[in-house]
């Protein structure tokens, strides 16, 4: 690991926890049913991938509203995999910071979801709306759609791969996109549950360059609560949308 990919991987590190400690954190008298999509509360998790480390902190906070619940995610993907001997290299891949809202009346919820890949100097911003259905025995939907567009460094390959850099600076928005999918919860046991979540996404305008970013992504996931405040969960990420297949294990832990 080079000492400038250390430090980035480190600053990208500190960045996480010190935007998760600027939140001041509400802690359940209850743990919240961690194998719900639409739960909400105070977490912190490590992942191994294919791909290298991922980091993920969590945290829910008052709104004020004794109907709603609110969070704040952020994660840290793609870190160390060149030490670690896999697949990527050991700077930081990618970010991604969520806001995550719902009504516990109602089982409605929103959810923005911020995106942004080094690699490429490419990212997304998108909106969704998330809806809880009856449970139907062992199985619960929850159907999404959602607008977002992406946004770009002006010198992104993506948008100019054979363009040399012409010394403008500076970001653009290249293009806007749909969302349309579902997530999906089928309790096993009281607890091993599984999920499956396709989402397709559809370009709205924007450059033809992008066309390959849209398209079908499916999720698989196996989880193990092991006991009420932490879990561990395995996923199979793959699609149009992704380069290759995508494997992780992950721990979580609930505040």
Known sequence: MTTL?????LKMTAMAVALSSAISPVFADEYQDMSDPLAVYSQAGMGVTNKGLNLKL???????????????????????????????????????????????TNGLGGQVDINWDFDN??????????????????????????????????H?????????????????????????????????TDDIWLNYNPMYTTQLGGVEALNDLYGWQHEIAASYQLNPRSNL??????GQTLNGTDFRVEYNYQF
């Open 58 to 104: 969590g945290q829910a906070y008052d709104t004020n509203n004794d109907e709603t619940m609110a969070m704040h995610i952020l994660e840290v993907k793609g870190f160390a995999a060149d030490i670690l001997g896999l697949k990527g290299d050991d700077s930081v891949d990618s970010l991604r910071y969520r806001h995550f809202n719902v009504n516990t």
């Open 121 to 154: 100097q490419l990212g997304s911003a998108s909106y969704s709306v998330i809806q809880a259905l009856p449970k139907m025995g062992a199985l619960q939907l929850y159907p999404l759609a959602g607008l977002g567009l992406n946004v770009a460094d002006v």
């Open 5 to 9: 990919t250390l430090k980035k991987t």
């Open 156 to 188: 992104s390959r993506l948008l100019k791969p054979d363009a040399d850099c012409d010394g403008s600076i500076g970001y653009t928005i290249p293009a806007s996109f749909a969302v349309v999918g579902l997530y999906s919860k089928i309790d096993i």
């Open 233 to 238: 969960r395995a996923f199979w990420n793959f």
